[in-house]
Nanobody
Framework: QVQLVESGGGLVQAGGSLRLSCAASGRTFSRSAMGWFRQAPGKEREFVAAINWSGGSTTYADSVRVRFTISRDNAKNTVYLQMNSLKPDDTAVYYC????????????????WGQGTQVTVSS
């Protein structure tokens, strides 16, 4: 069992930056792929970024590539999402997710999800 708690969301002006954190409990974190997803009002949840168990492989949605960076610290059981050059279209609730395994995954088939943290970007 893995429990996930996101933090770091808030209100920021367009062009600003935020760093989201996701703290995980449970012994399987270091053997799990981690992902960030987001859901804007009236829209379906969408993939943002993912990282494999070691941090050696990452993948991003085209809409955030170059602007966002996913990373992890297995010693701290934490995954991060550094978001730069934020745009109003980035406004959403951001969720982290965990999926035991050695791969890297862009689909919604993650086993564990956090409660989400709100990110609001003003124009």
């Amino acid at each position: 069992q893995v429990q996930l708690v996101e933090s770091g969301g808030g209100l920021v002006q367009a062009g600003g930056s935020l760093r989201l954190s996701c703290a995980a409990s449970g012994r399987t974190f270091s053997r799990s792929a981690m992902g960030w997803f987001r859901q804007a009002p009236g829209k379906e949840r969408e993939f943002v970024a993912a990282i494999n168990w070691s941090g050696g492989s990452t993948t991003y949605a085209d809409s955030v590539r170059v602007r966002f960076t996913i990373s992890r610290d297995n010693a701290k059981n934490t995954v991060y999402l550094q978001m730069n050059s934020l745009k109003p279209d980035d406004t959403a609730v951001y969720y982290c997710a965990a999926r035991p395994g050695l791969g890297i995954y862009r689909d919604n088939g993650y086993d564990y999800w956090g409660q989400g943290t709100q990110v609001t970007v003003s124009s």
